[in-house]
């Protein structure tokens, strides 16, 4: 069965305290992994998609990566303004264009 | 562009009522999306459309849920009779499909905060 598993659920980092938020995924054959930032009261804006194992994508301070059993979302001197709720996702089917399975998504606090 | 608009943005209804969402895509996107998310579960795909022909509704929850796209810039989400347990914020996305650049990406609308007592 498909399955997408963030960790950890809840991060608080202080204000330049780098870190790191996973992403474990179990899908045949993966055609694309997201990754989402949610604010309070607010949809999920699209950040990143990965499609191969060993593929990085930057914006801003954020990097994510990606391995063949799971991705990464690495934070480097978080600001607190970073704080929101990161969700990961793999798209599911045969189509190009098919499902989405999200993960719970792990909550970022960063204090200044 | 105006982004994915959905509306109402809050809606308190009681038990047994008819609820009704709306949902405008981005303009030119083929395919539109319905989510439902909850503390408990998450975020959960209800139903997709793809050039207004829904394509998988096997995360519509039961019968009392139904979904329709009339033309390429509206779509509803309707809820009769509506329970306690449908309380949840429901998010409407669109993605290009085969057009445009990120073809692959979805865009999510503001959500509607639904409410039933």
Known sequence: ?112 | DAGVIQSPRHEVTEMGQEVTLRCKPISGHDYLFWYRQTMMRGLELLIYFNNNVPIDDSGMPEDRFSAKMPNASFSTLKIQPSEPRDSAVYFCASNPGTSGRGRNEQYFGPGTRLTVT
């Open chain 1, 1 to 112: 069965e498909d399955q997408v598993t963030q960790s950890p659920e809840a991060l608080r980092l202080q204000e330049g305290e780098s870190s790191s938020l996973n992403c474990s995924y179990t899908v045949s054959g993966l055609r694309g992994l997201f990754w989402y930032r949610q604010d309070p009261g607010k949809g999920p804006e699209f950040l990143f998609t990965l499609y191969s194992a060993g593929e990085e994508k930057e914006k801003e301070r954020l990097k994510a990566t990606l391995t063949k059993k799971e991705s990464f979302l690495h934070i480097t001197a978080p600001k607190p303004e970073d704080s929101a709720t990161y969700l990961c996702a793999v798209r599911h089917g045969s189509s190009n264009t098919g499902k989405l399975i999200f993960g719970q998504g792990t909550t970022l606090q960063v204090k200044p």
